[in-house]
Every structure is written in C-alpha cells, then in structure tokens.
C-alpha cells in the first residue's frame, strides 16, 4: 500500500483551515500523515491548527509564498505520494483512496490527476456531497488541490519555482510534460474548490484557462 504524505500550505488561513483539515481526516482511506505549513500568517492560522494535536504536524515559516510552503512541507513529507491541498480548499470524500488506487495499479504513473467542483458559499459545499455533480460544472484539474504526486517525481522534476506567487503549480506541470513524467487523467471529482476574495489563483483568470487549455491539448485532451 502506498504511502500518503497530505501537504497543505497556509497564510492567513484561520477562517478555513479547520474545514481544509476536517476534509482529511473524513477521507475513506486515511493519509499516514497531515503536514501544514503556516507560512508567516499574522492571523490565529497556528491556533487553528494545534487544536487537531497529534493528528496534524505543523511547520511555521517566515512568509515567503505559497509554493515555498508546499515545497517545505514536501522536503518533511515521509509518504511515498504527496497529496496537495489549499487551505481554503477540500477534498471530496475519496480522494485519497481513488488517487492512491491510480498510482498503485501502475507504478510508472508519476501524478494522479482528478476533476474539480467550486463553490462559493456553505450551502454550495453542502449541495456538493448531498447530490450528484453537474456534470456542467466539473472542471480539469490543474490544480495543487486535485493532485497526488509520487514523490520521486519531484526528484526528477525539481520542486516549485518559488519565485513564483502565483501559476507556481501550472509552471511545475509544464516541467513535468517536458520530462514526460506520465500523468493520469482522472474522470471522478477530488477537489472542492472555494471561490473567494483574496485567492491568489482564483484572479489568474484567463491567463489561467489558457495555460490549462495548451496542458490539455498537449495530452491530447479537448474538453
């Protein structure tokens, strides 16, 4: 059974991090470990966490970006996969197991890739575990929150530009294609995505559906 590392990076992420966290440990297979890393949130971030006690393992950082948290949690993480995930963001409710599945059945299968659902309000994210998804609304999944990466692909690949405060995720793929590090297109939905004011990657905008739609063309996929 493969190992899962979960990989969360957060700044000033107090009012979601609780739900991030709880999303987890709901999941029908359990990770062998939960790693946040509060990248200089001034807010009570911290707080929120260390109330999960042992169950998460929390590293604090002085602010540098998103992608320098994940790639600090990634260098702590033991898991043979690395799981990612936002901390404004959740996971559907077999994320793990569905994606830890994938990476098992074909062990030159670097990343797990699923689908994606948003959602801007609580009755929003209700709906999305009480009913079926519209099938309208499901999205690629070109995004931190919808992947499961075997870790030895970052020894190939490199970790995330850290250079980079927003797309960090989207330019890491790029390098993953050059090196041809096989990627698995899921059908079924791992990601929740919370839509709101202040995400970084949610004001990427077109330059963001355009960067997904050459990812995808070069996949040979046209959705």
């Known amino acids: ?39 200089g949130s001034t807010d009570h971030t911290s707080e929120c966490v260390r109330e999960f006690g042992s169950r ?5 950082q002085s602010n540098a970006g998103v992608a320098a948290a994940r ?32 990476l098992s059945h074909d062990p030159h299968c670097g990343i797990a890739l699923g689908k994606q659902l948003t959602f801007r ?5 209700l709906a999305l575990d009480s ?15 919808a992947a499961m990466i075997r870790a030895s692909v970052f020894g190939v690949v490199g970790l995330f530009d850290a250079g980079l405060r927003i797309g960090d995720f989207l330019d890491w793929i790029t390098r993953v294609q050059a090196h041809g590090a096989p990627i698995m297109e899921m059908e079924q939905v791992v990601a929740y995505r919370r839509l709101h004011e202040g995400s970084l990657s949610r004001s990427a ?17 046209t959705e």
């Open 131 to 145: 009913s079926p998804p519209n099938l309208s609304a499901v999205r690629p999944g070109y995004v931190p929150s």
């Open 56 to 60: 998460v393992r929390l590293i604090a």
């Open 1 to 39: 059974m493969i190992s899962i590392s979960v990989v969360i990076p957060a700044w000033n992420a107090a009012r979601y991090i609780g739900d991030a966290v709880d999303s987890v440990l709901t999941q029908s297979a359990a990770p062998d470990e939960i790693i946040i890393v509060d990248d």
């Open 205 to 221: 905008g077109t330059q963001y559906a355009n960067l997904v739609h050459r990812l995808r063309g070069k996949t040979g996929k």
């Open 71 to 102: 790639n600090r949690g990634i260098a702590a993480a033991h898991g043979e996969a690395i799981a990612l995930l936002d901390a404004d963001d959740l996971m559907a409710p077999r994320r793990l197991e569905l994606q830890r599945a994938v």
């Open 121 to 125: 309000s609580e009755q929003e994210r």
